[in-house]
């Protein structure tokens, strides 16, 4: 596995210190024999920018009414984009978690879907059958337990057909480490050794909770050798070192030798939320630091500047570029058929169980009018 950043190396934040990096804040290579080529990098670099001007714009719409209740992944785009794009989106699954609309994005999830979902439409949560992503998972954890059951399967089909296994990359956040269902996911996973990525998104906070608060324990990636399996700390805001590890770790799971546990460490610079108000639990000087030496894009684009592979005029561009992007998928999400209210419904069983169409038939009830004929 990928060794830590030389202990010589003063982090620029106590909580960097021993995780693994690529690039120093100033973009300064520290392992340059491990870069990705230029046309590599600038893939990376403009998917993590387009996933950023997505979710700062998010905010807005939020705020103008054509968005539910928001939450932004803002500072921790180089975590979610770094470790999705070293997925083969072909054969291999995605398990988000609520926070990740950048995983989705990076993905292949068109962003007038993504739109959708934060608006509750059914269009916005009802996947593509040919693609192997699943829905926002709201309740914390709960995705875990899922992910790693599809990775036993997609190890026993491969087993079976003889071929190299499709691999899940799961993501949760620091809080959803206290959860039962990390536990569940991550044994069951270590266990039968089924080709799974865990990943968590240690930014710092539970909501209100810090991490000093939640747990006792020195690392996050420390629980992993209580699952049997590899785990490794990695800079979350360094885009190239969070791919360089996640893509070993997916080479590591379609060759059979089982799960890792990936710890990214970032930070949340964006509120809980459109809904929260974070200077209530935290002083706000705090990510200061997060927000500018150490944001991801900042980083990466030092870099690029360095090397010449990138310039205001294209960074102009790619801005322009995402912004007619999202315009049309606003088009497109505005387009949608109407919602019902019980049409939330439909999309959650194969089979609809007793209770949900008896909460179908009381909201139909609730609006005769609007469920004439249906």
Known sequence: MT??????????????????????????????????????????YRQMRRARLFD?????????????????????????????????????????????????????????????????????????????????????????????????????????????????????????????????????????????VFVIENNGWAISTPTSRQTAAATLASRGEGYGMPAVRVDGNDLLAVHHVTAEAVARARAGEGPTLIECVTYRVMPHTSSDDPARYRDEAEGELWRTVLAPARRLRAYLDRAGLWDDEQEQALAAEVEQELRDALVQADAAPGLEPWQILDHVYAEPTPDLLEQQAELRALYPQRGAGQ
């Open 3 to 44: 060794t830590p950043t030389p202990a010589s190396t003063e982090p620029a934040d106590p909580r960097l210190a021993g995780t693994f990096s690529l690039l120093a804040p100033d973009g300064t290579p520290r392992r340059p024999e491990l870069l990705p080529l230029g046309p590599e990098v600038l893939r990376l």
């Open 56 to 196: 700062d714009r998010a905010l807005v719409l939020q705020r103008q009414g054509r968005l539910g209740v928001y939450p932004l992944f803002g500072g921790m785009e180089a975590t979610q984009v770094g470790a999705v794009l070293a997925l083969d989106t072909a054969r291999d699954w995605l398990a988000p978690t609520y926070r990740g609309t950048g995983c989705a994005l990076a993905y292949g999830l068109p962003m007038h879907k993504v739109i959708l979902s934060w608006r509750a439409h059914p269009d916005g949560f009802r996947m593509d059958p040919q693609q192997r992503l699943l829905p926002f998972y709201v309740p914390i954890g709960n995705q875990l337990p899922h992910a790693a059951g599809i990775a036993l399967a997609e190890r026993r089909r491969a087993e079976r057909e003889g071929h190299d296994a499709s691999v899940v990359l799961a993501f949760v956040g620091d809080g959803g480490t206290s959860e039962g269902d990390f536990h569940v996911g991550l044994n069951f996973a270590g266990v039968y050794r089924a080709p799974a």
